[in-house]
């Protein structure tokens, strides 16, 4: 029996991302800790475009390229003017020049609409993440996010009217959370079908509100093992619809790890997830093939999510009836069990 991995083939070009902590953001909610993330507390605007020049053709100069230019960490949309040109200015003078292939940016789902977004695609932006984080009123009112499920919605419909590719950005475990919200989410998400998606189980980080709700054991975060088991459950969702998940959880930064007080903080947790999402794969195969497997060849580009963290699904797959010897990683596509 061949069949192949339900995941969308990634995307080919590297990103190259650019930070602005809390540049243009409304509102401080509940959980946000940009400046433990990226280890500032502001964005100096004009100091970000004068050293993205100077990158840029030091790389240039080098050979290197071509990048997908990210704008990550404040809301773009909103960024006052002239600063949202002056960098699609920038980007657009390097895609002439080879280095940037595409640019993408994140920014809240009420900080959208169709004129500024048609300008900003006319000015050279390719893609909107939005900050969805849940669809859901109660959760989005516990955590301040001052807008409605209506609103984020309505925000990823206007950016695929708007002709710009659509990413959503999730983040499980908010308060407000009970049991099926986090995959009641990923259906609505997937159902919008964008390009991509993020998955972010909250965490309680140092200096925020939750921290202080998390103290007064007003929030209790997920576990790990939850976080791993609802993101298993969600990939294969969102992968049914063509949406690469780009990112569970969030990168381990210095100055992220040392102020994070609980919750699924871990750097495995994404392969973790992924390689559980794929055990359910292959164990939905070995039912299909009504015998004991004797064989399962595995794509080697996933040798290395495959047993999940430090083997931790090895015990399932003897469980499926797979010895060590009868699990091969070759150079191929697709997947061959016998």
Same mark, same amino acid.
């Given at each position: 029996?061949?069949?192949?991995?339900?995941?969308?083939?990634?995307?080919?070009?590297?990103?190259?991302?650019?930070?602005?902590?809390?540049?243009?953001?409304?509102?401080?909610?509940?959980?946000?800790?940009?400046?433990?993330?990226?280890?500032?507390?502001?964005?100096?605007?004009?100091?970000?475009?004068?050293?993205?020049?100077?990158?840029?053709?030091?790389?240039?100069?080098?050979?290197?390229?071509?990048?997908?230019?990210?704008?990550?960490?404040?809301?773009?949309?909103?960024?006052?003017?002239?600063?949202?040109?002056?960098?699609?200015?920038?980007?657009?003078?390097?895609?002439?020049?080879?280095?940037?292939?595409?640019?993408?940016?994140?920014?809240?789902?009420?900080?959208?609409?169709?004129?500024?977004?048609?300008?900003?695609?006319?000015?050279?932006?390719?893609?909107?993440?939005?900050?969805?984080?849940?669809?859901?009123?109660?959760?989005?009112?516990?955590?301040?996010?001052? !807008?409605?499920?209506?609103?984020?919605?309505?925000?990823?419909?206007?950016?695929?009217?708007?002709?710009?590719?659509?990413?959503?950005?999730?983040?499980?475990?908010?308060?407000?959370?009970?049991?099926?919200?986090?995959?009641?989410?990923?259906?609505?998400?997937?159902?919008?079908?964008?390009?991509?998606?993020?998955? !972010?189980?909250?965490?309680?980080?140092?200096?925020?509100?939750?921290?202080?709700?998390?103290?007064?054991?007003?929030?209790?975060?997920?576990?790990?093992?939850?976080?791993?088991?609802?993101?298993?459950?969600?990939?294969?969702?969102?992968?049914?619809?063509?949406?690469?998940?780009?990112?569970?959880?969030?990168?381990?930064?210095?100055?992220?790890?040392?102020?994070?007080?609980?919750?699924?903080?871990?750097?495995?947790?994404?392969?973790?997830?992924?390689?559980?999402?794929?055990?359910?794969?292959?164990?939905?195969?070995?039912?299909?093939?009504?015998?004991?497997?004797?064989?399962?060849?595995?794509?080697?580009?996933?040798?290395?999510?495959? !047993?999940?963290?430090?083997?931790?699904?090895?015990?399932?797959?003897?469980?499926?009836?797979?010895?060590?010897?009868?699990?091969?990683?070759?150079?191929?596509?697709?997947?061959?069990?016998?």
């Amino acid at each position: 029996m061949r069949f192949s991995h339900s995941e969308p083939q990634p995307a080919s070009a590297r990103i190259w991302p650019v930070f602005l902590p809390f540049a243009g953001c409304p509102y401080r909610c509940v959980f946000c800790a940009q400046d433990k993330q990226t280890g500032r507390d502001h964005a100096d605007l004009a100091a970000i475009l004068d050293q993205l020049e100077t990158d840029f053709d030091s790389v240039l100069a080098q050979g290197r390229g071509p990048y997908e230019l990210a704008f990550y960490g404040g809301t773009f949309t909103a960024l006052p003017a002239p600063w949202p040109e002056r960098f699609l200015d920038l980007a657009t003078r390097f895609r002439k020049r080879g280095l940037i292939a595409r640019v993408r940016c994140s920014t809240r789902p009420d900080c959208v609409d169709s004129d500024g977004l048609e300008r900003l695609s006319a000015l050279g932006l390719d893609m909107v993440e939005l900050g969805i984080q849940s669809f859901d009123d109660e959760a989005l009112r516990a955590s301040g996010r001052g !807008y409605s499920g209506a609103v984020a919605r309505g925000a990823c419909d206007t950016v695929r009217a708007s002709g710009l590719a659509l990413g959503v950005q999730l983040l499980p475990g908010l308060p407000g959370d009970r049991p099926g919200l986090f995959q009641s989410d990923v259906r609505t998400a997937a159902g919008l079908k964008p390009e991509t998606a993020r998955l !972010y189980p909250c965490l309680v980080v140092r200096g925020t509100p939750l921290a202080d709700l998390w103290e007064r054991g007003a929030y209790v975060p997920w576990t790990t093992d939850r976080a791993v088991r609802e993101l298993a459950e969600a990939l294969p969702v969102l992968w049914a619809e063509g949406v690469r998940v780009i990112r569970l959880g969030l990168a381990p930064e210095p100055t992220l790890d040392e102020n994070v007080l609980a919750g699924p903080f871990h750097p495995a947790l994404g392969q973790s997830a992924r390689a559980l999402a794929l055990l359910e794969i292959i164990r939905t195969r070995v039912a299909e093939l009504e015998q004991r497997p004797s064989l399962l060849e595995v794509p080697s580009r996933y040798s290395g999510e495959f !047993y999940g963290h430090g083997r931790e699904l090895a015990p399932a797959y003897f469980e499926l009836g797979f010895s060590r010897d009868s699990i091969r990683f070759v150079d191929t596509d697709s997947f061959l069990l016998e």
